[in-house]
């Protein structure tokens, strides 16, 4: 009942528009031959080559289109369109410049109209046209009053049956919108586990040159000697056991030699480097260690002693290389 009602009500709107021009052409304001005008108001009648517009104090303007007339849709954040003549429709609140002619009517200039009022105008004419072609029959069957009530009835019929078919509508766009929120729910989740392994992956990038110790060899040395013996080959071959691990990735090398305090300090610096260069050459000769998994060695003599150098248990202990295990923290996350 609520559709008929609607019905009614365009109905309605259907005949003012019919007899506006009846109830406002007296109130026309008289345009001279060659009177240059601007007006703005609505389109309430309109035809092949001309229309006419009912302005703010209740006057009605006859405007005429000619092939040098600009029409143009006004868009708020673009630049103004070019519009056919067809645009102007009933109800369309637009803009006009022009001069008149001899008989009254403002030949159009130029005519501009906002792109939202142009879709008002089009949204009215498409439910006014089916509305008044219903009024005209409607008027046509009132010569009957049997005939009129039975095209009510009929209308009432087909207004129910719309309003069937339109519920069923609804309930299928509710279906439709409740799928697409499921879509875009599971979308969110996925972007945000997208987001979240990108995140991951940047941390590991910005570590790779970041590394820790994963495990320290030490190689010992009699005094004043580099010279390895079957020991400390054997404390050399431990290390590169654990580089060939299938589980170690990112890895390097750091090899540091020291010396205990016997002796001058250039004399037992250099002894310290010998001593770790004789370290990475029976690794690199007799392991295959590539020259880039090696970090550059360095000797620091009898700097950071580990024991007492007053002791010859203590000093035995500093005679040292220590073959220092590294692995990039960014490569040792990815394998968690």
């Not at 009177?35 to 209740?58: C, M, P, W, Y």
């Not at 000769?285 to 002693?305: C, I």
Request: net charge neutral; proline share 1%; hydrophobic share 35%.
């Amino acid at each position: 009942m609520r559709r008929s009602v609607t019905t009614i009500h365009l109905t309605a709107v259907v005949f003012t528009l019919a007899i506006s021009s009846v109830v406002f052409g007296q109130d026309n304001k008289t345009i001279t031959s060659g009177q240059k005008l601007k007006a703005e108001g609505i389109v309430t009648e309109r035809h092949d080559d001309n229309f006419t517009i009912r302005r703010s104090d209740g006057s009605e303007t006859p405007v005429v289109l000619v092939a040098q007339t600009s029409i143009k849709t006004v868009r708020r954040f673009h630049r103004d369109k070019n519009a056919s003549p067809s645009l102007i429709l009933r109800g369309l609140r637009l803009k006009v410049s022009g001069t008149g002619n001899s008989d009254g009517q403002l030949v159009a200039q130029d005519i501009r109209f906002d792109e939202r009022d142009l879709f008002t105008a089009q949204a009215l004419e498409s439910r006014v046209e089916p509305v008044e072609t219903q009024a005209n029959a409607t008027e046509v069957l009132a010569l009957s009053n049997e005939t009129r009530i039975d095209f009510a009835q009929q209308r009432i019929d087909q207004t129910e049956q719309n309003a069937q078919r339109l519920s069923g509508q609804v309930e299928e766009l509710n279906s439709v919108a409740n799928a697409a929120a499921a879509a875009a729910k599971n979308a969110q989740a996925t972007a945000d586990q997208a987001q979240l392994a990108a995140n991951t992956a940047n941390e590991r990038i910005t570590r790779l040159d970041d590394f820790e110790v994963f495990k320290t060899i030490t190689v010992h040395f009699k005094s004043g000697s580099a010279y390895l013996s079957q020991s400390a080959k054997a404390e050399i071959d431990e290390a590169a056991a654990n580089l060939k691990s299938d589980n170690l990735k990112g890895w390097i090398v750091s090899v540091t030699g020291y010396a205990d305090s016997t002796g001058k300090a250039g004399s037992n610096r250099s002894l310290s480097e010998r001593r770790a260069n004789a370290v990475i050459g029976y690794l690199v000769t007799q392991h295959n260690v590539p020259f880039q998994r090696l970090a550059q060695s360095f000797g620091f003599g009898s700097e950071k002693p580990i024991e007492t150098n007053h002791t010859s248990q203590g000093r035995a202990q500093n005679r040292r290389v220590e073959i220092n295990i590294l692995v990039s923290k960014g490569v040792s996350q990815a394998s968690l």
